[in-house]
């Protein structure tokens, strides 16, 4: 049987501080940690699929939409990051003033002529990642906090119940209703 006891208060206390110790050093360490993603790739690459395009990157990982998330680009993190590629052939495209002078246009999209937007599957996307682990960090510490909780008060129950016990044998219970001893 278990008795609640100054030992395992003290035990149980020496386990949390050590678990929270654990805890603010795993944290410490994660923001320690820096850059945006878990594997960044190169400024510019080249297209494994279509070996006449350069690719660069443009902006960071997103997630991707739920509709898009079976396409091959979602996978394997469901996370995506928007491609411009050009021909690695094709001359760079000069700035000429003719096209300046050129109303925009809405309907067109705002990029380079000769460039194609594409999208590239990417890795975990670090912020997300860890606000998933402060969540788990949290619940695990409510976890334990409830457990040690429930411990206490069994522990305290168990106590109080074994001392009526002993109380019992030895011929010390009181009368409650008439305020006198047997």
């Not at 006891?5 to 795993?26: G, K, M």
């Not at 394997?76 to 928007?82: D, E, Q, V």
């Amino acid at each position: 049987m278990l008795f609640w006891s100054p030992w395992l208060a003290r035990t149980s206390s020496i386990y949390l501080l050590i678990l929270l110790w654990l805890c603010s050093f795993q944290i410490a360490h994660t923001f320690a940690l820096t850059g945006n993603e878990v594997n960044p790739s190169p400024s510019h690459a080249v297209n494994d699929t279509h070996p006449g395009l350069l690719c660069s990157p443009f902006g960071l990982c997103e997630p991707c939409p739920a509709k898009e998330l079976a396409e091959p680009f979602c996978q394997p993190f469901g996370n995506r990051r928007l491609m411009h590629c050009t021909d690695a052939k094709a001359p760079s495209p000069s700035h000429d003033s003719s096209h300046s002078e050129q109303p925009p246009s809405h309907t067109q999209p705002q990029h380079p002529q000769g460039e194609t937007l594409a999208w590239e599957s990417c890795g975990r996307i670090v912020k997300q990642e860890r606000a998933d682990f402060y969540e788990f960090v949290a619940c695990n510490v409510l976890f334990a906090i409830v457990a040690l909780a429930i411990l206490f008060v069994r522990s305290k129950r168990l106590h109080a119940m074994q001392a009526r016990q002993l109380a019992a044998r030895i011929g010390i219970i009181r009368n409650r209703g008439n305020g006198g001893r047997r």
